[in-house]
């Protein structure tokens, strides 16, 4: 076992008995470099990945390039789930001198932690064009030798090239009606009529462009905006990237059409998909979205609930298929001959023309991913039913892929969120129950006695490492949408808490916001990026959860804050919006008020149900009855009921409409 052994992350326990001496992150890897006059060998990678997997087995477990890196570099492993500041600097590195990223990434230092050599996967031997693993190690070492100073000009004009991205501010005032009209354009404009989504292969889910695209839609009444929306969700719903089975979304199609996914499944992208698709039977009423809602909350409930009541990162790709090998997709694609094994001539041909497998196959090795091509005309709902079950229940005697067991704070507040809403639209009290259990898990383990957010967890054990902006704005989000569900103001106070450490902490002069706190372990760079990647910007993360915040509880200070933050999303929507997408779904609250909603009555009630399921984007809720009410929600001070009825008060730009005790005046007021 090398310096691994013993940590949190599972990635790195993967890693823990190599014959490579791995040093996690930390400044005594770095003395250790400096000691002993070597570069650092710094691999970048995460358990769900697939060639992070091939690399190790080609690389990292072979003896002699292990003896070579041994002897030559320090070599440091980290999980970008735990450090997404270190995974964030160094991959804008990789990507301004390669012109791409991706993992694993390989990255050489100096013993100052500054760049000089860069690379994702390389191959154990020379291909394609390039060099073996081997022969870049030997090169690195010629450099570092042979032309020291050459190495550190690379090294100091790198660092002052990314020193010099900062962004000053957050922009100039805040996005309004021009701006999210152009972005609706610039969407239209890479919009896949044919298949739905946005751009070629590789093909991500939408997730937070398509909140944007519902959030528009509510406020404005664009129908292109719906429809690009909808089909985009009834277009990856019936394709291979939804797992037809047992339910959730794998993290993206490798073809433009949704028929081929890779197949790891994250947290992050089934809790945005869970609640996209609520929003958008929300929306719309489709039974399709309602169907894919609930079986994507059942899937990370039942595949990636812990026993601590977190929810874990992954689901990997690889597993073992019928003759023992790791390979991807084992667990979940199927043959017509596997079909026939368990279902026998007739459903099997049944079910092969219902999910599209065919002979030839649609994957590897005449294997085909199950979807749902459409082109089968009216099914007996009843046999789909009992085939879908007898091919689970067969699945299920597979060998299951690896899961990564570390709760992340930011994706967990993801789940929060989605699993409250989803239980409270479908009458689902228990996914609301283990919403709440997930919040209590990051208020013990992950606040603890610290009052920091910690970013990871595993067996209820904290993590070492400092939340990251995306932490507090996604677990802030969590609580804020629980508070709104369950009627409880603690959870109001928890969010208010953390959002209060975003003001303190990650905020600079002129509304920018950092990715790391002022206090936090200092890099090359101070990592700052807007932009979304598969999961929400911190910033613009923390942006929606403070104006939530704010309409919650008539803080200037925060609503102030989201302004600022938001500005930068004036500056990027109109010219990136697929990669701003959160940013102007929260453009979209801020346009539209948000709306706020007092439900003067019982938690649970008519009036309370028919107001979560208001279409204003951004709306906050707060319900509760009785003297207390107030001391729970701010929005609930001096809002009696009138006649002695549940009552609701909603108001928006400091202007309230008459107070009613009508749930169809309301659904009215608020677009349901």
């Given amino acids: 076992m090398n310096r691994l052994a013993g940590v949190t992350s599972p990635y790195l326990l993967q890693h823990a008995d190599n014959p490579v001496d791995w040093w996690p992150w930390g400044s005594e890897a770095f003395e250790e470099a400096k000691r002993r006059d070597v570069p650092v060998l710094l691999s970048v990678g995460y358990s769900a990945c697939h060639w992070c997997h091939v690399m190790a087995h080609e690389s990292f477990e072979d ?13 440091v492993k980290v999980d970008r789930e735990e450090r997404p500041d270190v995974d964030a600097v160094y991959m804008e590195a990789v990507q301004a001198a390669t012109g791409h990223g991706g993992w694993p990434m390989t990255v050489f230092l100096t013993a100052d932690a500054e760049p000089f050599y860069f690379g994702t996967y390389f191959p154990p031997e020379a291909r394609h064009g390039s060099p073996s693993f081997q022969q870049v190690l030997e090169g690195v070492v010629a450099a570092w030798t042979d032309r020291r100073e050459e190495v550190a000009e690379v090294a100091g004009r790198i660092v002052a090239d990314l020193a010099g991205r900062s962004l000053v501010h ?53 129908e292109g905006a719906l429809q690009m929306a909808a089909d985009t969700c009834s277009a990856m719903a019936r394709g291979g990237i939804y797992d037809q089975l047992g339910g959730g ?19 992050y992208d089934n809790a945005l998909l869970c609640r996209v698709y609520a929003h958008l039977w929300r929306t719309t009423g489709s039974d399709e979205a309602r169907r894919i809602a609930l079986e994507t909350a059942d899937f990370m409930v039942r595949e990636l609930r812990t026993a601590e009541g977190g929810f874990a990162s992954a689901l990997d790709a690889d597993s073992e298929d019928a ?54 005309g009216p099914v007996d709902a009843a046999r789909v039913a009992d085939v879908r079950a007898r091919l689970l229940a067969a699945r299920a005697e597979r060998p299951r892929p690896g899961r990564d067991d570390k709760v992340v704070a930011a994706w967990n507040g993801l789940a929060v969120a989605a699993l409250a809403e989803t239980g409270a639209y479908f009458d689902r009290p228990d996914l609301v129950e283990r919403a709440t259990e997930a919040a209590d898990l ?74 790391t706190a002022h206090d936090a372990e200092q890099l090359i760079r101070r990592p700052q990026d807007p932009t979304d990647s598969a999961t929400p910007s911190g910033w613009t993360a923390a942006a929606g959860a403070l104006l939530s ?43 539209d008020g948000p709306r706020e909603v007092a439900v003067a009555g019982p938690v649970g009630g008519e009036l309370h149900r028919t107001a979560l399921l208001g279409r204003a984007p951004g709306a906050v809720v707060a319900a509760g009855e009785g003297p207390g009410a107030g001391a729970e929600f ?6 009696p009921q009138v006649g002695g009825e549940p009552t609701v008060y909603v108001c928006r730009h400091f202007v309230c409409d008459a107070p009613t005790t009508d749930a169809a005046e309301l659904a009215a007021k608020l677009g349901g």
């Fill in 63 to 75: 003896e002699t390039v292990a003896a070579y890196l041994n002897a030559h570099f320090v070599p």
């Fill in 170 to 222: 957050g922009g100039d005032g805040v996005p309004g009606e021009q701006e999210t009209a152009q972005a609706l354009l610039g969407l239209t404009r890479e919009y896949d009529e044919q298949y739905g989504g946005f751009g070629g292969a590789p093909k991500f889910p939408p997730s937070m462009a398509v909140e944007f695209l519902l959030r528009h839609y509510a406020r404005t009444g664009s």
């Fill in 249 to 267: 979304f794998a993290r993206y199609s490798v073809d433009r059409e949704w028929v081929v996914p890779h197949f790891e499944k994250m947290l």
């Fill in 323 to 376: 003759d023992g090998r790791h390979v991807e997709g084992a667990f979940y694609v199927w043959t017509p001959g596997q079909l026939r094994e368990v279902l026998g001539e007739d459903d099997a041909a049944f079910a092969a023309a219902y999910f599209g497998v065919t002979e030839e196959g649609t994957f590897e090795e005449g294997a085909s991913v199950l979807r749902l091509p459409g082109d089968t």
């Fill in 442 to 515: 990051l208020v013990r383990v992950h606040l603890g006695e610290v009052a920091r957010l910690t970013r990871t967890s595993k067996d209820g054990r904290a993590g070492d490492n400092a939340g990251v902006l995306e932490d507090y704005g996604d677990v802030a989000e969590g609580f804020l949408a629980l508070a709104a569900v369950t009627g409880e103001g603690a959870w109001l106070e928890f969010a208010g808490f953390l959002l209060d450490i975003v003001l303190e902490q990650f905020t600079g002069e002129g509304g920018q916001l950092y990715d």
């Fill in 549 to 591: 915040y704010a309409a919650y509880t008539g803080s200037e200070a925060h609503r102030t804050a989201a302004e600022g933050a938001l500005g930068v999303v004036k500056a990027l929507g109109p010219r990136v919006p697929r990669f701003v997408g959160w940013g102007l779904a929260v453009a979209e609250a801020l346009l």
């Fill in 634 to 639: 701010p929005l609930l001070v001096d809002r």
